[in-house]
């Protein structure tokens, strides 16, 4: 009963809007749009316009037509030292390994980037023959196990980073410090797991367990992290090069800035990825309580860019149960430049959210290694789908966009968006985050919401630093002595 509980829930229980984590209308707008059948509702909404946390889009009286309105926005993503800048659609699809999901799902989804002309990032496990054969732009990922471009003892080594960065389908280089849905976790990959293909892909030791220890080696500091992103972009030879994170203490970001401030020094895109974000396994209390959320996370690193003046150099990429077209015009409203969806892609491939992903058992193929399920996903349907659903979503998301009146994501105001928070107030995103000026975190006085932050950030350590601060200037932030 316990087995079954999941399904019953699902297919007899579960109401169209309370599914978790995606419910069932957005799974079902999902597989319209990616077999391209009818996807218009019937009838009027089935949401409670006056719940909490209800979100609309201010339309216009003056809307667009629907022929003048943007269906493929393009972003540039590659700052001042990036000598192969990027053109990229404003959604792709966000990491996710060869080994989480099995090869025909990465096939797919990669010969459906190439269809779409979108990205496909390729998780921290490393860059397979399945990205590589499928002809679709690459995001190379690294994470802290730095698979495919590793010492045997697991350190960085650039030798082999440059043989695979300098492939032509490789168009920008990620730098995992941190995913959402297990910010600061790390994982070990048991040495069972560890096949002959996979000990090829990511450069280890067959028959031994392999760590992805929760933090870096090859930098400790927001300097160095910079001087690593200056190395790897110089042996991509200028390929653009960025970091992926959860916020945690938003000091780190902010000593980030500092750093470069300091050396002029810029990755060319951020990926802010939130605490709703997917994962194939992860410990409960790290998926449901460590990590900001997406809106509170985007807002505050496209505030803290634009205070230190560095958004001119930087692009940033929003990722968190991203999967319609709302969501997207949402978080361009907040500061994203583009966005990235994993699980919203995975149902494009026909993942149900049975909820298996870590049991090898995914009845759909998609987050499995049993050849058994893998051989029902078949590639040349399912790549045909994933380019729908992309297409159908940029669609509605230009759709959205003509509705208020605007052609390109970076006309979306804040105050374009309203939420509920009671039965009786409405705050626009921009009454929640208030912008701060351009220029403003460069000298005193600072944002009150920035102030403490700022005293405790340096460029010199990611760890929020409290000595020497002036507490008279900081008195409310002080923490009571004990003894
Ligand atoms: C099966 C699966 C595997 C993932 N693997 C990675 C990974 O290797 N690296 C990473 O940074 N994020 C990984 N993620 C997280 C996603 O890239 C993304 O940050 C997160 O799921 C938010 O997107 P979503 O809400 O659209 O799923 C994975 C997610 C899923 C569902």
């Not at 926005?73 to 989480?100: D, E, F, K, T």
């Not at 350190?155 to 695979?164: A, G, H, M, T, V």
């Not at 280089?173 to 069972?192: F, N």
């Not at 058992?361 to 050849?371: F, H, L, M």
């Amino acid at each position: 009963m316990e087995d079954l509980r999941p399904k019953i829930q699902q297919y007899f229980i579960e109401s169209d809007t309370d599914g978790r984590p995606f419910s069932r209308i957005h799974r079902n707008v999902i597989y319209q749009r990616a077999k391209k059948e009818e996807d218009t509702t019937p009838f009027g909404t089935q949401l409670n316009v006056y719940d909490n946390d209800y979100e609309w889009l201010n339309h216009s009286i003056n809307a667009l037509p629907f022929n003048a309105a943007n269906y493929d926005p393009r972003v540039v993503i590659g700052g001042p030292a990036c000598s192969q800048p990027y053109s990229a659609s404003v959604l792709n699809i966000s990491a996710m390994s060869y080994g989480a999901l099995s090869k025909n799902a990465i096939l797919a989804l990669n010969q459906g980037a190439k269809i779409g002309n979108f990205a496909h990032n390729t998780g921290e496990g490393g860059l397979s023959d399945y990205h590589l054969n499928g002809g679709g732009d690459i995001i190379w990922q690294i994470g802290t196990g730095y698979f495919g471009c590793r010492t045997l003892d697991g350190n960085f080594d650039p030798e082999s980073f440059q043989k695979k960065a300098n492939l032509p389908q490789v168009k920008m280089i990620e730098i995992k410090l941190s995913q959402g849905a297990k910010p600061g976790h790390g994982g070990i990959l048991p040495a069972a797991k560890v096949t002959e293909e996979i000990a090829r892909i990511r450069l280890v030791e067959l028959g031994q367990d392999v760590a992805s220890p929760p933090y870096h080696r090859a930098f400790d500091t927001p300097l160095t992290l910079l001087t690593f992103i200056k190395q790897l972009r110089e042996l991509s030879n200028g390929k653009p090069v960025g970091f992926k994170l959860c916020i945690g203490h938003r000091s780190e970001f902010i000593a980030i800035c500092k750093a470069m401030v300091q050396t002029k020094i810029y990755p060319d895109f951020v990926t802010v990825d939130g605490g709703e974000g997917g994962t194939g396994a992860a410990p409960l209390e790290f998926s449901n309580h460590v990590g900001m959320p997406l809106r509170d996370a985007l807002a505050f690193v496209y505030d803290a860019l634009t205070g230190f003046d560095l958004k001119q150099y930087i692009k940033i990429i929003a990722s968190g149960k991203i999967a319609t077209g709302f969501d997207l015009v949402k978080n361009f409203a907040l500061g994203a430049d583009l966005c990235n969806s994993a699980r919203g892609m995975m149902m494009a491939l026909g993942c149900i959210q049975a909820l298996e992903c870590n049991t090898n058992r995914c009845p759909t193929g998609v987050a499995t290694q049993d050849p058994n399920l893998v051989r029902g996903l078949v590639v040349e349907d399912k790549k045909t789908r994933v380019a729908n659903y992309h297409k159908q979503t940029l669609k509605s998301a230009a759709e959205l966009m003509a509705a208020a009146g605007i052609k390109h994501p970076d006309d979306i105001h804040r105050v374009y968006i309203h939420r509920r928070i009671s039965p009786d107030r409405i705050l626009t995103y921009l009454d929640s985050y208030p912008y701060i000026p351009k220029g403003s975190l460069l000298k005193k006085p600072y944002a009150k919401q920035f102030e403490l932050l700022m005293t405790i950030s340096d460029p010199s350590s990611f760890s929020p630093n409290f000595n020497n601060l002036n507490w008279e200037e900081l008195e409310w932030a002080r923490k009571p002595m004990t003894n």
